[in-house]
Each structure stands twice: as C-alpha cells, then as structure tokens.
C-alpha cells in the first residue's frame, strides 16, 4: 500500500486558483505534519489522526465548516474510552494529525497534541452521549450548515425525495432544548438517537452523522447534506405538491444494496481487483484531491491511478 506524497513543482499553486471550494489558507497548513512523530500514539492511532484531520479540511473545503466550533470525532480504543477531537479554537483549515487532542468521556484530556488549546466542553458532551451511548458508531460528525439547520428547523423534517436521502439511511431528530451542558440532556440525546440511526437531526440546531468507520461517517455527512440541499431548493419553488416521492418500500431496497456493498455480503456494487466498495472509492477520490493541493494527507491507498502517480 503505497503512502502519499506532497506534490513536486508548482501544481499545487495553479491548482490554487482553479478549484472554486479551496482557499489560499488551505495549503499553508499539512495534515500528516512533521509534529506527529512526537506524539505518543500507535501506528493505528496515528493513521486515524491523519484520515481524521483529513475529514475537517474537507468539511471545511465544501464550505460546512463554523468557525472553530463543531467537531469530528473518532474512538481510537478497543474499550471505547478514548477519543480523538479538535482542540477548541483552531479553524477547521488548521487542525493537523498532531495538534489532536485525546479526551476521554468525561472530557479529560489524555493526550495533549502539539497546541496548548483545550476542549470545548458543550461540543464534546453532545459527542460523548452517542460515543457511550452507540459503541457501533466509530466517528461522529456534527455540522452547522445553512442548509442542515434549515431542514432541521422544517416540521416536516427530512423528506424521503432524493436518492441521498435513502442511500443516508434511518434518520432520527432531536428537539432543541439549548446548549447541551447537562446529563439530563446527554441522556435525553441518546434516546433520540436510538440504537440504529446513523443520521440524528438536531431541530432548530444542526445535523450529527456517525459512522462505523471514518469514511463511513463522512460519505453519509455528504449523502445528507445533499439531501438537505436537495429539500431547500424544492422548498424555494413553493410548490411541495408537485414532488415526486419514492414508493414505500424503496428506502428499504437502497439499504440492502448499500448493506451488501459495504459488508461484501452478497457482492460489490464494483469489480475488479481488490473490489472496494463504493464509499472506500469515494473517500479515496476525497484523499487524492487533497494530496494533488499539496496537503500531505498521509493516507495509505489501496488503489492509486496512474495519472495520480505521475503527479507526486
């Protein structure tokens, strides 16, 4: 499995003014940065730093980033009790595989990484209650996009009108009870969630999108905020009487084809050497495009194309 590398001559500057999501910021900062071989990690551990750093420069690529507020998060313990979360008060654009904090569920910082900022306790309390309360759910994503907080504060919820919609899967919703800072509400947050949805719409606040793994977690964050795009725009033609809904039982057809795809049961949904299914492919393309910036991602690819490889 061949590692990434930090593109040769001034490809990465041209690319800078052609691709519309990016901004100059995103190419001072590495992913996988020379800080990380002093941080006291795994090997593992210090491959989930760079996938998982990799998933806030993308969110902040497509524009879903807040500011410093929001956060990704991954379990990096086989006991589930240790965590990986951005240190509050760097942006999206800044967060590097080294400059991580590990926290546990309490919000007790473990491992420090390479900055002095700590976490953001409301942030980390609403990751936490489905981190403990959800062990299948390896990474967790919450956003607060225009569009994600539109939906979310439509009473009708999240239409069945899109193929993002079905292909994200269950979807469950919270109402808004203010900045979550107690176990009441941790607990209350939970129960929303329930025992297997993936998807929990936080009302008159944002979305939260888990997954079993990292590339799981983010191929479902962009399957639903397309969806969420998708309902936006319907809902600007005024017209809701004029959209077509799929059948009933058409949810439950796209799952057991997504469910065979990811677990291999019953063949890809692609063939070929090294069949992957289709959310490794897709989060591979995501990987290629930051190494092709010149962001370093650090990622360890199970495929690579050639014209990628004469670019490095």
Not at 191 to 220: F, W
Not at 246 to 254: F, I
Not at 265 to 287: A, C, H, L, N, W
């Amino acid at each position: 499995m061949a590692s990434s590398k930090v593109l040769k001559g001034d490809f990465a500057k041209t690319l800078e003014s052609t691709v519309s999501i990016a901004g100059p910021h995103q190419y001072k900062f590495p992913i996988c940065d020379d800080d990380l071989n002093g941080i006291n990690a795994s090997q593992e551990e210090k491959e989930l730093r760079c996938k998982l750093a990799a998933v806030y420069r993308l969110i902040d690529l497509h524009g879903w980033s807040n500011n410093v507020f929001n956060h990704v998060t991954v379990n990096v313990s086989k006991d589930h009790t240790q965590f990986l979360i951005n240190p509050f008060g760097l942006m999206f654009y800044e967060v590097s595989a080294s400059n991580l904090i590990k926290v546990d569920l309490e919000g007790n910082i473990l491992e420090q990484g390479s900055t002095d900022y700590g976490c953001f306790i409301p942030g980390w309390l609403l990751q936490s209650a489905i981190h403990a309360a959800r062990p299948d759910l390896q990474c967790l994503i919450h956003v607060h996009t225009p569009a994600g907080t539109a939906v979310s504060s439509m009473k009708c919820g999240l239409l069945e009108c899109s193929q993002d919609v079905l292909i994200a899967g269950e979807v469950a919703y919270h109402p808004f009870n203010g900045i979550v800072m107690d176990e009441e509400e941790r607990k209350s947050i939970a129960e929303s969630m329930g025992p297997t949805a993936k998807t929990l719409i936080l009302q008159n606040h944002g979305l939260l999108v888990g997954g079993v793994n990292i590339q799981d977690a983010y191929c479902r964050l962009t399957n639903v905020m397309s969806a969420c795009e998708v309902q936006v725009r319907l809902m600007a033609s005024g017209n809701l009487d004029n959209v077509i809904m799929p059948k009933e039982d058409t949810l439950e057809k796209v799952q057991d084809a997504i469910s065979r795809d990811h677990t291999g049961d019953g063949g890809r949904m692609t063939k070929g050497d090294k069949p992957m299914s289709v959310k490794e492919i897709q989060f591979e393309g995501e990987m290629r495009m930051l190494d092709i910036m010149g962001l370093k991602t650090g990622y360890k690819y199970k495929k690579i194309p050639k014209a990628f490889l004469e670019m490095i």
